[in-house]
């Protein structure tokens, strides 16, 4: 087939293709991560090959010209100086686009065309865009339709910082990722047995004394990494809180904050001893695991200090969810405590799960008393599921299939293949330590969130996914991104696109092009370096 003649014989073109049929089988496999729902080459024959920079002329939607405004913003900020373009961009709102979160992306005789289901969308085109431009130079090829939307609704990450503090700027480049892969939720866990890390006004020792740890020099995980008997620590001001949430919500991204209770609570005993069941003291804790001292369910004063700290927690995050954590939490303490006891007794309640169920129920009132919804790690279906709970299922799917049979929304994120801080060879001589065992991309990639045996109904009730980055080995922020990519970009695929269009093979080809971005970002990842554990300490 002879060269259609809109086409240039551009250099770029005669290495493509020579034909239009070769460049349309080419362009679908355009290094786009999440792959779109559909691309098509378009025969428009005013439209050939443009360059496309900060100075491309940005026309905004008159209806809706504030929200395309900020989207502009973003994109004009990301594209390339130093590139002379006469070329338009423009960005439009229209919910005949149907998918809020959807859009459609053109470029033809009218230069680009991004037209979103609302701002999100519309922002999810420009990512698109940026990809497109990040990869080609600053050029588009050829005319194209791209019509998308995401699968999903929740695309998560998590990252915790109790374990190990990362700085503003780090969560920052965190969520740069989070957006360059239209992953829409930002699960931070903010607090552990390790460490408070949010500032609460009307507790300064939270951060104060729960905010640091000194770590144990006895026993070794592995003979690469010894516990290094230094003090570590940190935490966010609202100030910087605010800050980061307001970053979030620029990229699309919603904050979740996690606050666990009632395990996983050391540091915050550390500070306050009253709210546990015996007397203390506690410190901080020095090493990793699960520990028996925990929020006592049996005192008043325990609620009143955790929805006061809620209220704060609250006030600073938009998000709809509140992650309560609930998982872990042994009942050894509850079971020698004489108020623990009494409040069963009180409460007619079985056992302590039934506790722990009363307690997360509680927590769960004042929560939807500020309008807002809790979610759970697993634990919280055993004694009974609080009536309007999300559940985090991390111990397998099995606790997402029963909330989601009950009719509870669910996050899918079991620790294979959702655990990012498991290994990613399958030879771990030369890998940082990890835990957990062997996670490779092919299993994330392969990751179907909606699992086998339920319904079309209780399937709705599957929010999305979510990858986990838990960082007790995760000393430095390069190590999180090495933790974190390739896996990321793997999950974000499964959130996104639909299975048909799914392909492995065709997946790791277009992710060469994302290490060339990842390199240019500075960001480190799996099949770069190996990187060996290399401890830091913040001094208080
Ligand atoms: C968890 O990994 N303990 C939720
Ligand atoms: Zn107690």
Avoid at 78 to 96: M, P
Avoid at 382 to 393: R, T, Y
Avoid at 412 to 437: R, V, W
């Amino acid at each position: 087939m002879p060269i259609k003649p809109h086409i240039r014989t551009t250099l770029l073109f005669c290495i493509l293709a020579g034909t239009a049929s070769i460049a349309q089988a080419q362009f679908p496999a355009a290094p786009l991560i999440p792959k779109p729902q559909f691309v098509e080459l378009t025969d428009d024959a005013a439209a050939n090959f443009i360059r496309i920079g900060h100075n491309s002329a940005l026309e905004l939607d008159p209806l809706h010209e504030t929200a395309c405004g900020r989207v502009a913003t973003l994109l004009s900020s990301q594209l390339a100086t130093g590139i002379d373009s006469a070329a338009s961009i423009t960005l439009l709102i229209d919910t005949s686009v149907k998918h809020p979160e959807g859009y459609m992306l053109r470029y033809g005789r009218e230069g680009v065309v991004i037209t979103g289901g609302s701002e999100s969308g519309l922002y999810y085109g420009a990512i698109t865009l940026l990809q497109l431009l990040k990869q080609n130079g600053g050029s588009i090829l050829y005319p194209f339709t791209i019509i998308d939307k995401p699968r999903f609704a929740w695309r998560g990450m998590h990252l915790d910082v109790s374990r190990h503090f990362f700085s503003v700027e780090e969560i920052k480049r965190y969520l740069d990722l989070l957006a360059m892969y239209k992953m829409n939720v930002f699960h931070w866990h903010l607090t552990d047995d390790q460490g408070w890390r949010i500032e609460i006004e009307k507790y300064p020792l939270l951060t104060q004394v729960g905010g640091y740890r000194d770590e144990t020099l006895i026993g070794r995980p592995s003979e690469k990494m010894k516990f290094d008997g230094q003090r570590h620590g940190g935490f966010y001001t609202q100030a910087q809180v605010r800050e980061i949430v307001a970053y979030a919500a620029e990229r699309h991204i919603s904050v979740v904050p996690e606050i666990e209770m009632p395990g996983h609570s050391r540091a915050a005993l550390a500070a306050y001893p009253q709210y546990a069941c015996t007397d203390g003291p506690f410190k901080t804790a020095t090493s990793w695991g699960v520990f028996e001292d925990v929020y006592c369910a049996g005192k008043d004063e325990t609620f009143n200090f955790l929805t006061d700290v809620l209220d704060e927690v609250m006030a600073l995050f938009p998000s709809q969810f509140v992650h309560i954590g609930g998982d872990e939490c042994p009942k050894t303490r509850w079971k020698a405590c004489a108020a623990c006891q009494k409040r069963l007794q009180t409460e007619g309640l079985k056992d302590e799960h039934e506790l722990q169920s009363y307690f997360i129920k509680r927590i769960e009132k004042h929560v939807n008393s500020r309008g807002k919804t809790i979610i759970g790690w697993d634990e919280i279906l055993e004694g009974g599921l609080a009536p309007n709970a999300a559940v985090m299922s991390w111990r397998g799917t099995e606790g997402g299939i029963a909330a989601a049979k009950a009719g509870h929304y669910v996050v899918m994120s079991p620790g294979k293949p959702c655990y990012f801080d498991h290994y990613q060879a399958q030879e771990t001589q030369n890998e940082p330590l990890a835990i957990g065992g062997f996670n490779p991309l092919e299993a994330v990639y392969a990751y179907e969130p909606i699992p086998a045996g339920i319904t079309p109904e209780q399937a709705g009730y599957i929010l999305g996914a979510q990858g986990n980055v838990w960082t007790e080995y995760m000393p430095t922020f390069d190590q999180v991104t090495y933790m974190a990519l390739p896996r990321m970009a793997a999950l974000a695929e499964v959130l996104w696109t639909n299975p048909a269009n799914k392909d492995f093979q065709d997946f790791t080809k277009r992710l060469t092009a994302h290490k060339v971005i990842f390199d240019a970002s500075g960001y480190n990842y799996y099949g770069k370096a190996v990187l060996k554990n290399t401890k830091k300490s913040t001094k208080k």
